[in-house]
């Protein structure tokens, strides 16, 4: 086994690193206050390449891995621990690509080489009023009419539609519907890529409204209301009745870039916090020299190259897979993408609160932006993107077996 990144991978983290560090880094804190938008920042990514780092160089994309994306990810958190950044950028890997794999040839040259400039977003549309994780029960439909799909329904926690009504051509989510019967559960799921703002011009038959977060303010999360918007044939991804499968590949490839964005914060935090117990003195000794402390540390440290390492694997592991490597199956992108999130997400959150009981009543303070990294690791935490009794599910399914689960 190699641990070690190929020279090629070096060379592009080193260039993501100082990206971060000279573009993000001293403007994270001015993005979550509302200061910088995301627009600005999403401009800056395009330019330097790393928005669809795994689409095809024909679409405007780097014909980079799902390695590099990870890394990527990891070190934009590692500079905006507030999550804003490193989410817009996760959201560009996944779905964009499933645009890629399966959506038309005229629909893929005209959005793609827009996300990866910057100048367009696609997000996710999929959890319900009624739930998020049970996706085959959607009910919002998408329904024929003449020569275009008309679109119904609500959905909640989309990502980033206040972002495409900025954005110069715009954008839109890719949009699980039902097709057929409520009873045909995942076999009447059909998937679209469902333009809100198109060609600088915004689609009419939708409402939305953005949530109030208490975190990750730099990247709007709202409602969408669709009283019939419509959808040409192109953006159909996938069969009809078959856009579960779409679904699914996407969320697994999302949620190996969360375990990344997740270490990234992670290891912001656990820097503050090494910083700290090294120059805070208490009863005249500074609080590393107490093993209630550096054993505490020590332990966080070795959870977190633990969970580095299973991000890495999961992203390594989509790379085999989609570059046709039959070896491995979709299933095994899927296993490896729950551990990345149920490793990563839950330890980024524990990081978080040992460092602010570290930082004792001064991690209270906006100042000291520890509880902004908190802030944002927690929107995974409870559930985007799956929550954690989810991740146990499909590993268990898929090593176990489903006929035992």
Do not use: C
Not at 38 to 44: L, P, S, W
Request: charged share 25%.
């Amino acid at each position: 086994m190699d641990f070690e990144l190929s020279r090629e991978d070096r060379l592009f983290l080193e260039s993501v690193k100082s990206f971060a560090e000279r573009v993000i880094a001293p403007r994270w804190v001015d993005l979550d206050e509302g200061k910088w938008p995301i627009e600005e920042a999403a401009a800056r990514l395009g330019e330097a390449g790393l928005l669809g780092i795994p689409l095809s160089s024909k679409y405007g994309g780097q014909d980079g891995t799902f390695l590099q994306a990870a890394l990527a990810v990891e070190e934009l958190a590692y500079a905006d621990p507030s999550l804003a950044v490193p989410v817009y950028v996760l959201l560009e890997t996944a779905w964009p690509y499933m645009v890629q794999r399966y959506g038309r040839e005229e629909a893929k040259e005209e959005v793609l080489p827009e996300v990866a400039r910057g100048r367009a977003f696609v997000g996710i549309g999929s959890t319900e009023p009624q739930g998020g994780s049970d996706v085959a029960s959607v009910v919002t439909k998408a329904v024929k009419e003449g020569d275009l799909w008309k679109l119904y329904g609500e959905k909640n926690m989309v990502t980033g539609v206040a972002t495409i009504l900025n954005l110069p051509y715009g954008g839109g989510v890719v949009a699980i519907t039902r097709t057929g019967r409520v009873e045909d559960k995942h076999r009447g799921i059909t998937t679209f890529l469902a333009l809100l703002k198109r060609r600088g011009r915004v689609t009419p038959g939708f409402t939305h409204r953005d949530w109030d977060e208490i975190g990750r303010h730099g990247l709007p999360t709202g409602y969408l209301t669709l009283e019939g918007l419509p959808v040409e044939e192109v953006f159909m991804l996938g069969e009809l009745n078959g856009g579960f499968k779409v679904a699914m590949e996407g969320f697994n490839l999302a949620r190996t870039v969360i375990g990344a964005a997740s270490v990234g914060a992670a290891r912001w935090l656990l820097d503050r916090g090494l910083e700290w117990i090294r120059q805070r003195v208490v009863f005249g000794r500074p609080i590393a020299s107490y093993q209630a402390v550096s054993f505490r540390f020590a332990e966080l440290y070795a959870r977190l190259q633990a969970a580095q390492l299973a991000v890495y694997k999961a992203a390594w592991v989509a790379d085999r897979f989609y570059r046709g490597d039959s070896a491995f199956t979709v299933q095994d992108v899927a296993t490896a993408g729950a551990v990345a999130k149920l490793l990563a997400v839950p330890l980024a959150v524990e990081v978080a609160l040992e460092v602010m009981k570290w930082f004792g009543g001064a991690s209270y303070f906006k100042e000291t932006n520890v509880a902004r990294a908190l802030l944002g690791v927690l929107s995974y935490y409870v559930g985007a993107e799956g929550a954690e009794n989810i991740m146990k599910l499909i590993i268990a399914r898929n090593v176990v077996g489903r006929e035992f689960v």
